[in-house]
């Protein structure tokens, strides 16, 4: 069955440090998102992409967070500085069609000290 | 806008026992309607999904949901628990559109813990 793959799985960084994620959206889906988990929340969007394009990116922290889809495939999620407030589960998901069901990877444990 | 409302922060079942988490939604319209499973250091798992039609949808693991428009409500049931089904329930709503912007609202979540 495929998969959204994400990594890392965890990482740990220290405060003013840049990161990134990656995340490899079922073969085919279009549709990809960010989510950001805190302890504890639901997941909260980020930004989603349609294609290469972005959709929504109106949750996004735009003065430390970035996001690409370059070629409409994978996706990268940077945070340059990290801040503390940042600790969360970096969750990916894809989907196929307009009815189509979201579909999570595992996520990306971020924890900064 | 859109939300929902989970009012179980957490939730004790004995296994064996039946299971029945709470789902409120406010939306203008008829949503889609999810339930997410995760477990500890993992991503979401759907569990069952309600788009139109019948309003009782069964999912995976034995699970089911009932939409009623009237309450604005999904609530997720399960007649007996086993003990693997520990984890946290997120019930989440999205927008029907033709547009592309389609996103979900989650919930708070509702976390289960299964007693021996």
């Known amino acids: 069955e495929a998969e959204v793959a994400q990594s890392p799985r965890y990482k740990i960084t220290e405060k003013s440090q840049a990161v990134a994620f990656w995340c490899d959206p079922i073969?085919?889906?279009?549709?990809l998102y960010w989510y950001r988990q805190i302890l504890g929340q639901g997941p909260e969007l980020l930004v989603q992409f349609q294609d290469e394009s972005v959709v929504d990116d109106s949750q996004l922290p735009k003065d430390r967070f970035s996001a690409e889809r370059l070629k409409g495939v994978d996706s990268t999620l940077k945070i340059q500085p990290a801040e503390l407030g940042d600790s969360a589960m970096y969750l990916c998901?894809?989907?196929?069609?307009?009815?189509?069901?979201?579909?999570f990877g595992p996520g990306t444990r971020l924890l900064v000290l | 806008a859109q939300s929902v409302t989970q009012p179980d922060i957490h939730i004790t079942v004995s296994e064996g026992a039946s299971l029945e988490l709470r789902c409120n939604y406010s939306y203008g319209a008829t949503p889609y309607l999810f339930w997410y499973v995760q477990s500890p250091g993992q991503g979401l798992q759907l569990l069952l999904k309600?788009?139109?039609?019948?309003?009782l949808v069964q999912g995976i693991k034995g699970f089911e949901a009932e939409f009623k428009r009237s309450q604005s409500s999904f609530n997720l049931r399960k007649p007996s628990v086993h003990w693997s089904d520990a984890a946290e329930y997120f019930c989440?709503?999205?927008?029907?559109?033709?547009?592309?912007?389609?996103?979900?609202?989650f919930g708070s979540g509702t976390q289960l813990t299964v007693l021996p």
């Open positions: 998901a894809s989907r196929l069609g307009i009815q189509e069901t979201q579909y």
């Open positions: 989440a709503v999205g927008p029907i559109s033709s547009g592309s912007a389609r996103q979900l609202t």
């Open positions: 073969s085919g889906h279009a549709t």
């Open positions: 309600y788009f139109s039609g019948d309003t």
